[in-house]
């Protein structure tokens, strides 16, 4: 049988990597990415290396005009646009085929890293949002850490009645920001549930549900901006 032709020249590159190119302009990673197709990240960068991902262009298509022209950012909203598009293969025999499946968010300890700089931040870091609800699923507790401008702290660097027991995670930057963490394991941390509830009520925007509580609890002055968000979560002993 002759080897099939490409359906790419050299160089170029295929659908699914154009389109995956047009969605990280957007503001999503490859990892977005896979857990929107629900498969693993190394596949989606076999769209560029081993011109896979024909399979998921419709699927692609479908979440690329949702998040421009529909506005939808929410990650478990694209992912149930994208499902309804994508035809599972299978075998010779007629069964499934088996598929590498999207990265776990949380380790089997409870462990767990979330990360959002500021473009990410603009859009409501709603690429948080699924760590944030895996962990309240299983029953975790989880801490945080927020950079802002020095200026929209309400209370002084270290000062005990911002972040109780944990003065030292205090990073102080030449541009005049500072990041502070709140909770960890040994203070306890927050019950990641809790926070959920939060996101929900933000309609899953997780920098507003960080900045109202922040400013709930006297932490933040009300015109504070949110230049970092990191979500660490980890199982209760």
């Known amino acids: 049988m ?7 020249g050299p160089g170029q590159l295929n659908e699914a990597a154009q389109l995956t190119d047009q969605l990280q302009q957007a503001g999503y990673t490859k990892r977005d990415i896979a857990r929107i197709i629900d498969r693993d990240p190394s596949l989606v960068s076999q769209f560029y290396t081993k011109n896979k991902g024909a399979a998921f262009v419709p699927a692609l298509r479908q979440v690329l005009a949702a998040v421009q022209t529909a506005g939808i950012t929410d990650l478990p909203e694209l992912t149930a646009l994208a499902a309804r598009h994508i035809t599972r293969r299978t075998t010779a025999a007629g069964t499934r ?23 990410a ?13 895996e962990a309240a699923r299983q029953g975790l507790r989880l801490a945080f850490t927020v ?13 005990r009645t911002d972040s109780p027991g944990i003065r030292r995670d205090v990073i102080q930057r030449a541009d ?34 960080v900045h109202q509580w922040l400013v709930e609890t006297g932490r933040i002055h009300l015109d504070a901006h949110v230049l970092h968000l990191e979500i660490r979560t980890w199982r209760p002993r």
């Open 2 to 8: 002759p080897p099939r032709p490409p359906t790419t």
């Open 147 to 159: 950079r802002l401008a020095k200026t929209g702290y309400v209370h002084p660097s270290g000062s």
């Open 176 to 209: 005049h920001t500072e990041e502070r963490s709140y909770g960890s394991a040994q203070t306890g941390g927050f019950d990641a549930a809790d926070f959920a509830r939060r996101v929900d009520a933000a309609g899953g925007d997780v920098t507003a549900a």
């Open 97 to 119: 085929a088996r598929v590498r499946s999207k990265a776990v968010l949380i380790t089997p300890t409870g462990s767990g890293t979330g990360r959002v700089g500021a473009q």
């Open 121 to 133: 931040i603009a859009s409501g870091s709603s690429r948080l949002r699924p760590l944030i609800a």
